[in-house]
């Protein structure tokens, strides 16, 4: 395969609309891509087209940065931090600040060098293509996009406002007026609350709080630094709103005018409205109307939000009582007994514990691959199952299949698994808890039997196809593993060796529990077995085994080989041989046995 394909990735590679795709054939070339986040995974968001083969991998440029790349991620939420700065300082400086002050002047100056050297920055960060989703690294197709988009918003922001307010026009002589082109910068700030609400390492609730709160915070401050510009710069200082009983209110302190500006802004956004502070002129009124209209929409999409997010933690939780009040309804209409009652009731809630409090097991693995689902099982009941008496000495390969096909249920206290004389349509592997075994003798209901973790129930009814011998019922909160007989026998079907060996396990089992009830099913299944009425695929190897020609008969008149061997390498010639049995070893020189292959 080396030969063919060769082992340097660059053999195979393709240019098609800006990106490269190659076939890598280094592993330490793999994991370098892996490291620095150009390749398809959950972190980076990027997919695969449909067919696309596991170890296709976008290579970028050099001279070129991925988006995913960690270090540019942690470069973005540095710039959001001075974004933020950025939101409070630039309405302020347009409503209380006339010139250039320190520390805010040169702090300013060195938020834009950080945004100016983004700039650059940007000429050499791929994009997300939307058409093929694969990232772009041309340089040319990059730094085009960039120029026909944000390129001049970006450097407009940058521009230091000392310089602009020499080169500007009258109108732009404001101090703080330029500033506010700064605020173009809240895009970055959006794209993150974004990416935090689908990232799993947050909380999607406390993070859409936070966005509702910074939204909320900078509208009152933002209408808070306007609102005081429009006193600011008003002809005559006592018909304003802060300087109708205070004409040189530019003489108190900066933080006294502006806490006065963030409680009006505040009382005014709340629909409080005191009535102590407000409008004295034109200017003022026409925006306190568009500010209360601005009002009106904020806090219907503050409410909206906040309502969304208490509904649906609650939902499930409305769920769970109107299925409660369903089946109490239907329980009374259909006069049930007490007992059935409490079941149902307490099978809701233990289903509303383990599917709605956090846990959603059984939907959590519901959505995953089957592979995946296996895996988790084999991980978590391979060796349960193994320890289990009717599956001693099978196959790996058949205890995986069934593993795979069980599902964990939960039973609360006092709740039937299984009645007596139901169909055998499952059986049962207790992992937790403990159920008692009951038989009814005379309408009345007897203990015969407990299981323990490990033990199995139903198995019986399921093997032999008869009705269920007894009442399955948990003493406490239990978990137990289910499987379908018609699953189960399809398994067992495709591996006749293991189905011999679960027979003879099950057989074993009946004898040693001595118990009157155990020893009539052993008779009925021994003259089953006879009959050759088993569901349960037999070799020819268990009837030579047994002695049992009659059996031996019947599965060799249904085709089976009088060659195949037992897992030991034995055939069933050598082991009637071995055990004396004439008439199997006749019957099977009679279907063409090999007596070189008895040993």
């Known amino acids: 395969m080396a030969e063919i394909f060769g082992t340097d ?47 296709r991998r976008v ?15 942690a470069w973005e939420v540095f710039l959001v931090a001075l974004v933020l700065y950025t939101a409070w300082v630039s309405p302020f400086e347009f409503g209380f600040l006339e010139r250039p002050e320190r520390p805010l002047s040169i702090i300013d100056n060195i938020v834009n060098g950080f945004f100016a050297v983004d700039i650059i920055l940007t000429f050499f960060v791929a994009y997300l293509d939307k058409k093929t989703y694969l990232l772009v690294d041309n340089p040319k197709k990059i730094a085009w996009r960039y ?23 009258r109108s732009f002589q404001s101090y703080g007026l330029f500033n506010m082109f700064r605020l173009w910068r809240l895009r970055r700030v959006s794209a993150m609350f974004a990416r935090l609400e689908k990232d799993r390492h947050f909380n999607y609730f406390w993070v859409r709080c936070a966005k509702l709160i910074f939204v909320t ?51 005014t956004l709340t629909t409080v409205g005191y009535g102590d502070l407000h409008a004295q002129n034109r200017r003022e009124m026409i925006f306190v109307i568009c500010y209360m209209l601005f009002n009106l929409g904020l806090t219907s999409y503050l409410i909206g939000n906040m309502t969304n997010l208490v509904v649906h933690g609650t939902s499930k939780t409305r769920q769970f009582r109107d299925s409660i009040q ?67 000495g099978v196959s790996k390969d058949l205890l995986f299949q069934l593993v795979s096909e069980m599902k964990a249920e939960y039973f609360p206290p ?80 495709a591996n006749v060796g ?58 060799l008149k249904r085709g089976l080989d009088p060659n195949e061997s037992d897992n030991n390498g034995r055939t069933a010639l050598h082991i009637a041989a071995s055990k004396g049995n004439e008439n199997c070893v006749l019957l099977l020189l009679d279907y063409g046995a090999d007596p070189n292959c008895a040993g």
Not at 504 to 519: A, F, G, R, T
């Open 326 to 392: 369903a089946a109490s309804s239907f329980a009374h209409r259909n006069q049930l007994p007490n007992r059935l009652q409490d079941q149902m009731l307490a099978h809701l809630c233990l289903k509303y514990r383990t599917n709605s409090e956090g846990l959603q097991q059984q939907e959590t693995l519901d959505s995953l691959p089957k592979a995946i689902r296996s895996s988790i099982s084999h991980f978590l009941f391979y060796n349960l199952l193994d320890n289990a008496y009717l599956f001693r």
């Open 147 to 169: 120029t026909k988009t944000w390129l001049v918003f970006d450097i407009v922001s940058t521009i230091p406002s000392e310089l602009a307010r020499k080169i500007s026009t």
């Open 414 to 493: 006092k709740e039937d698994v299984i009645l007596e004389n139901e169909a055998p349509t499952d059986f049962y592997i207790l992992v937790t808890g403990a159920v008692e075994l009951l038989v009814s003798k005379n309408g009345v209901e007897q203990v015969v039997g407990e299981a323990r973790p490990g033990d199995l129930c139903g198995e019986i009814g399921v093997l032999c196809y008869k009705p269920q011998l007894f009442t399955v019922r948990t003493k406490r909160l239990s978990q137990l593993l289910r499987l379908n007989r018609t699953s189960f026998m399809n398994i067992v079907q």
């Open 59 to 73: 290579k970028l440029r050099r001279s070129i940065i991925s988006p995913h790349d960690r270090r540019y991620r």
């Open 217 to 267: 915070l900078f509208a009152v401050h933002c209408a808070g630094c306007f609102y005081y510009y429009l006193a600011a710069n008003y002809p005559n200082p006592g018909r304003t709103w802060i300087g109708y009983d205070n004409e040189d209110f530019k003489d108190q302190s900066l933080g006294i005018r502006y806490v006065t500006s963030m409680y009006w802004s505040i009382t």
């Open 9 to 55: 990735s660059s053999i195979l590679k393709k240019k098609n609309g800006g990106f490269r795709v190659s076939m890598c054939g280094d592993a330490q070339e793999l994991e370098q891509m892996s490291r620095d986040g150009s390749h398809y995974s959950l972190t980076t968001g990027i997919l695969p087209s449909l067919g696309a083969r596991s170890n």
């Open 498 to 555: 293991d189905g011999t060996v679960i027979m003879n396990n099950l057989l074993q089992h009946l004898k040693d529990v001595h118990d009157p009830i155990m020893e009539g099913v052993l008779v009925e299944t021994e003259n089953m077995l006879a009959r050759g009425r088993m569901d349960l695929p037999l070799s020819l190897c268990f009837a030579a085994l047994r002695g049992d020609d009659l059996l031996l008969h019947k599965l």
